[in-house]
């Protein structure tokens, strides 16, 4: 029994790691998604959208009467890259 359970362990440490990974992820994920879209109205304002990137990247596009915001940022110590876009209105305040 003790054996089986020596050789199991590493395993279930590993699954258990992948999954919070995964969790912290997701998470980052969904935060670089409302980041875009602040990033995209602020810059359809003409105010900086910088100020909203919290040190994720940014790229501003244009589009027409569409201003687009894509911020990207690494994960699982660089193992990682999520990017999220969004975009809004570009016609001012």
Sequence with gaps: MTAELAA???AAVLAIGIAIGAVAAAATQV???QT???AARA???GDDPAAY??????RIEVQGELVCAVV???VLHGALTLVARSCAHG???
Excluded at 53 to 58: E, H, I, P, T
């Design 8 to 10: 199991a362990l590493p």
């Design 31 to 33: 935060a670089l998604e």
């Design 36 to 38: 875009a879209g602040a």
């Design 43 to 45: 810059a359809g304002r």
């Design 53 to 58: 990137v919290d040190g994720a990247a940014l």
């Design 72 to 74: 990207s940022r690494d």
């Design 91 to 93: 016609g001012g305040r």
